[in-house]
């Protein structure tokens, strides 16, 4: 059974600085892609970030690039996002998710195992 739990969220002030962390168990996943997106009250589902938990590839959706950087920790099976220079438009609940043979990194229906998400508040 595959379990992603997120953590690290909270309340920052625009500007701050939060990590996330998606602690992943019930497989292995070195042929896993892990991704984290965000969803914000009454819009979809965004793409945040993905790695390839063998290589560590790394992709970020345009709206988090520089400032923003995932990474992962392969001998404790976790995933982090390091989240930088926060924004009030930053504010969501972000998702860990992972997929086998992913794709399209940015598309949600290509990950087939999800966190219940951490909730991220910017104030302004």
């Known amino acids: 059974q595959v379990q992603l739990v997120e953590s690290g969220g909270g309340l920052v002030q625009a500007g701050g600085s939060l990590r996330l962390s998606c602690a992943a168990s019930?497989?292995?996943?070195?042929?896993?892609?892990m991704g984290w997106f965000r969803q914000a009250p009454g819009k979809e589902r965004e793409f945040v970030s993905a790695?390839?938990?063998?290589?560590?590839?790394?992709y970020y959706g345009d709206s988090v690039k520089g400032r923003y950087t995932i990474s992962r920790d392969n001998a404790k099976n976790m995933v982090y996002l390091q989240m930088n220079s926060l924004k009030p438009e930053d504010t969501a609940v972000y998702y860990c998710?992972?997929?086998?043979?992913?794709?399209?990194?940015?598309?949600?229906?290509?990950?087939?195992?999800w966190g219940q998400g951490t909730q991220v508040t910017v104030s302004s």
């Open positions: 998710a992972a997929g086998f043979s992913v794709g399209r990194w940015a598309h949600a229906d290509e990950y087939g195992y």
């Open positions: 019930g497989r292995t996943f070195s042929s896993y892609v």
């Open positions: 790695i390839t938990w063998n290589f560590g590839i790394t």
